[in-house]
C-alpha cells in the first residue's frame, strides 16, 4: 500500500529549520518512503492514493513523554490543589476504590483517542495493568511505551516493590516483538520507592535493556524532605544509586540548580518537561533553556488528565516555549523550530527511538501528522512553524497516520467510535461521582 501526501507545506524536522513548499511525502506501508517534489511522487508513483492538502503542514507526529493516560477518568475529580494534597488525600483513595483492568483500559482508551485527535502518535506512559495500556495502544493503534510503575507500597494491583517488579517482567516478556508496544520501568518517584529497590531497577533495565522513566524534582517539598531524610537532594541520591544514565527519561525536574543542570548533561539523562501541569500544581518554573544550552535533551509531556485537564499537546508546547523565554528573561529561547523538535525528534531520542520515529526521513516509520492552517485563527501566514506552535489549535489537526495507517482523516477517528467513547466516559463518571 503507498500514499503520497501532497501539502502545501512540509515540516520534516531534520535537517534542522526545514520548511519545503511544493513536495510530497510518500508511504509505503509502515514506513516513509521518499520525500521529493510533488510532480516527481505523481510521475513516479502514479499507483499511489494521492492526498492532497492544499492549505496544510505536514510534519512528524507528536511523543508525548510522559503522561498517564488512564487517569484521564480522573479529569476535574480533584483540582486547584497542592501536589502533595491532591495525591494524598483524593487520588490516591480514589484510585484504590476504582483502578482495575477495565479502569486502564478504557481510561487509556479514551486518552489515546484525545491525545490523536490533538496530534499526538506516541504516548509513554506510566501507570499501573501493564498488559491493558499495552492493549490500549494496540486497540487504537497508537504508539505506546508502558512504564510499569513501581511503589514500596500495596495497591490493588501489587503488594510491594517486587511485586510490581515481577509483572513488569511478565508484561514485557508478554509483548516481546510485538510492534508499536515498548516496556519501561517506571519508579515513581524518590519519595515512594528505597534506595535497594532503585539498585534493582538499575540492574534490570540493563539486564533486560530496558528504559526507566520516574518523576524527580518535582516540588521543593520533595527536595527538602530528601535532604531532611538522606541528607543529600533527589537527584544526588539517585546519581549515587547509578540510577542516571541515558536510559532515564526525568519527568519534570522543575528544580534543578547548575551543578544538577552539568549533571544532568554530563549523565546523558532526558528530560519530561510538562509545563501545564506545573503550573496547575504551582510545582514552579523549569529551568529549561538552562538545560537546553547545556546540552540536556528536553522533550515535552502532559502528565495526566487528572493534574492538566487536557491533554494538548500543541498547547503545552506554546506554553512550554512562552515559558522558557520568561524564566530565562531571553526571547530568543525555544523558537518555534526547537519547540516542534521538542515535541518530536527530542521525544524520540529519550525514547531511544530516534532512528525509528521523530523525523520525516525515508526509512523511519510513518507517524506523520497533518495540520489545516486555513482557519480564520492562523492567517496570514509568513511561518508556518510559528504559526504552529504559537497560534493553531489542537481542533486543527486534520490527520494522523501511525505506521503509515491512518488513524484520523479529515477530523474523524478511523478505528475507534466516539459516540462509544463517549457513552464509556459517562458510565465511569456516573460510578465515581457515585462512590
Given at each position: 500500500?503507498?500514499?503520497?501526501?501532497?501539502?502545501?507545506?512540509l515540516i520534516?524536522?531534520?535537517?534542522?529549520?526545514?520548511?519545503?513548499?511544493?513536495?510530497?511525502?510518500?508511504?509505503?506501508?509502515?514506513?516513509?518512503?521518499?520525500?521529493?517534489?510533488?510532480a516527481?511522487?505523481?510521475?513516479?508513483?502514479?499507483?499511489?492514493?494521492?492526498?492532497?492538502?492544499?492549505?496544510?503542514?505536514?510534519?512528524?507526529?507528536?511523543?508525548n513523554?510522559?503522561?498517564h493516560?488512564?487517569?484521564?477518568?480522573?479529569?476535574?475529580?480533584?483540582?486547584?490543589?497542592?501536589?502533595?494534597?491532591?495525591?494524598?488525600n483524593?487520588?490516591?483513595?480514589?484510585?484504590?476504590?476504582?483502578?482495575s483492568?477495565?479502569?486502564?483500559?478504557?481510561?487509556?482508551?479514551?486518552?489515546?483517542?484525545?491525545?490523536?485527535?490533538?496530534?499526538?502518535t506516541?504516548?509513554n506512559?506510566?501507570?499501573?495493568y501493564?498488559?491493558?495500556?499495552?492493549?490500549?495502544?494496540l486497540?487504537?493503534?497508537?504508539?505506546?511505551?508502558?512504564?510499569?510503575?513501581?511503589?514500596?507500597?500495596?495497591t490493588?494491583y501489587?503488594?510491594?516493590a517486587?511485586?510490581?517488579?515481577?509483572?513488569?517482567?511478565?508484561?514485557?516478556?508478554?509483548?516481546?516483538g510485538?510492534?508499536g508496544?515498548s516496556?519501561?520501568?517506571?519508579p515513581?518517584?524518590?519519595?515512594?520507592?528505597?534506595d535497594?529497590?532503585?539498585?534493582?531497577i538499575?540492574?534490570?533495565?540493563?539486564k533486560?535493556?530496558?528504559?526507566?522513566?520516574c518523576h524527580i524534582?518535582?516540588t521543593?517539598d520533595?527536595?527538602?524532605?530528601?535532604?531532611?531524610d538522606?541528607?543529600m537532594?533527589?537527584?544526588?541520591?539517585?546519581?549515587n544509586?547509578?540510577?542516571?544514565?541515558p536510559?532515564?527519561?526525568?519527568?519534570?525536574m522543575?528544580?534543578?540548580?547548575?551543578?544538577e543542570?552539568a549533571?544532568?548533561a554530563?549523565?546523558?539523562?532526558h528530560?519530561?518537561?510538562n509545563?501545564?501541569s506545573?503550573?496547575?500544581?504551582?510545582s514552579g518554573?523549569?529551568?529549561i533553556?538552562?538545560?537546553?544550552?547545556?546540552g540536556?535533551?528536553?522533550?515535552?509531556?502532559?502528565?495526566?488528565?487528572?493534574?492538566?485537564?487536557?491533554?494538548?499537546l500543541?498547547?503545552d508546547?506554546?506554553?512550554?516555549?512562552?515559558l522558557?523565554?520568561?524564566?530565562?528573561?531571553?526571547?530568543?529561547?525555544?523558537?518555534?523550530?526547537?519547540?516542534?523538535?521538542?515535541a518530536?525528534?527530542?521525544?524520540?531520542?529519550?525514547?531511544?527511538?530516534?532512528?525509528?520515529?521523530?523525523?520525516?526521513?525515508?526509512?523511519?516509520?510513518?507517524?506523520?501528522?497533518?495540520i489545516?492552517?486555513?482557519?480564520?485563527?492562523t492567517?496570514p501566514?509568513?511561518?508556518?512553524?510559528?504559526?504552529?506552535?504559537?497560534?493553531?489549535?489542537?481542533e486543527?489537526?486534520?490527520?494522523?497516520?501511525?505506521?503509515?495507517?491512518?488513524?484520523?482523516?479529515?477530523?474523524?477517528?478511523?478505528?475507534?467510535?466516539?459516540?462509544?467513547?463517549?457513552d464509556k466516559?459517562?458510565w465511569?463518571?456516573?460510578?465515581?461521582?457515585?462512590?
Open positions: 500500500m503507498k500514499t503520497c501526501l501532497h501539502p502545501k507545506y520534516p524536522i531534520e535537517p534542522r529549520a526545514t520548511v519545503l513548499g511544493d513536495h510530497a511525502l510518500v508511504m509505503q506501508d509502515e514506513k516513509i518512503l521518499a520525500i521529493l517534489s510533488s516527481e511522487a505523481r510521475q513516479q508513483h502514479p499507483d499511489a492514493q494521492h492526498i492532497e492538502l492544499p492549505e496544510h503542514a505536514v510534519m512528524p507526529g507528536m511523543i513523554l510522559h503522561g493516560s488512564a487517569m484521564t477518568l480522573l479529569r476535574g475529580l480533584a483540582d486547584d490543589l497542592s501536589l502533595m494534597d491532591w495525591l494524598h483524593h487520588i490516591w483513595p480514589a484510585e484504590k476504590q476504582h483502578v483492568e477495565e479502569f486502564v483500559f478504557d481510561g487509556s482508551v479514551y486518552a489515546m483517542a484525545e491525545m490523536l485527535r490533538g496530534g499526538t506516541t504516548i506512559d506510566m501507570y499501573f501493564n498488559d491493558d495500556v499495552a492493549r490500549a495502544g486497540h487504537t493503534g497508537m504508539r505506546t511505551v508502558v512504564g510499569c510503575s513501581v511503589l514500596e507500597f500495596p490493588g501489587a503488594a510491594d517486587d511485586g510490581y517488579l515481577q509483572k513488569a517482567l511478565a508484561s514485557h516478556q508478554a509483548f516481546q510485538q510492534s508496544v516496556f519501561r520501568l517506571a515513581h518517584a524518590p519519595y515512594t520507592v528505597s535497594a529497590t532503585f539498585k534493582k538499575v540492574a534490570l533495565a540493563e533486560h535493556d530496558m528504559g526507566i522513566h524534582h518535582e521543593m520533595e527536595v527538602n524532605d530528601s535532604i531532611r538522606h541528607g537532594r533527589p537527584l544526588q541520591r539517585l546519581h544509586l547509578g540510577l542516571l544514565s536510559r532515564l527519561i526525568a519527568a519534570h522543575v528544580h534543578a540548580n547548575e551543578e543542570i549533571l544532568l554530563q549523565q546523558g539523562v528530560i519530561a518537561h509545563p501545564a506545573n503550573l496547575k500544581l504551582a518554573f523549569a529551568p533553556h538552562a538545560m537546553q544550552t547545556a540536556v535533551n528536553v522533550g515535552i509531556g502532559t502528565d495526566g488528565a487528572a493534574s492538566n485537564n487536557k491533554l494538548d500543541l498547547g508546547l506554546r506554553m512550554a516555549a512562552l522558557a523565554k520568561a524564566v530565562s528573561s531571553n526571547p530568543t529561547a525555544l523558537n518555534a523550530g526547537n519547540a516542534l523538535e521538542m518530536t525528534l527530542a521525544g524520540a531520542k529519550a525514547l531511544g527511538m530516534d532512528q525509528q520515529i521523530g523525523s520525516l526521513v525515508a526509512g523511519k516509520f510513518a507517524d506523520v501528522i497533518a489545516d492552517l486555513s482557519a480564520l485563527e492567517l501566514l509568513f511561518d508556518p512553524a510559528s504559526q504552529i506552535v504559537y497560534a493553531a489549535g489542537r486543527q489537526v486534520s490527520h494522523v497516520w501511525v505506521h503509515g495507517r491512518c488513524l484520523m482523516a479529515e477530523r474523524k477517528l478511523q478505528t475507534l467510535d466516539e459516540a462509544q467513547l463517549k466516559a459517562t465511569w463518571h456516573q460510578k465515581i461521582a457515585a462512590a
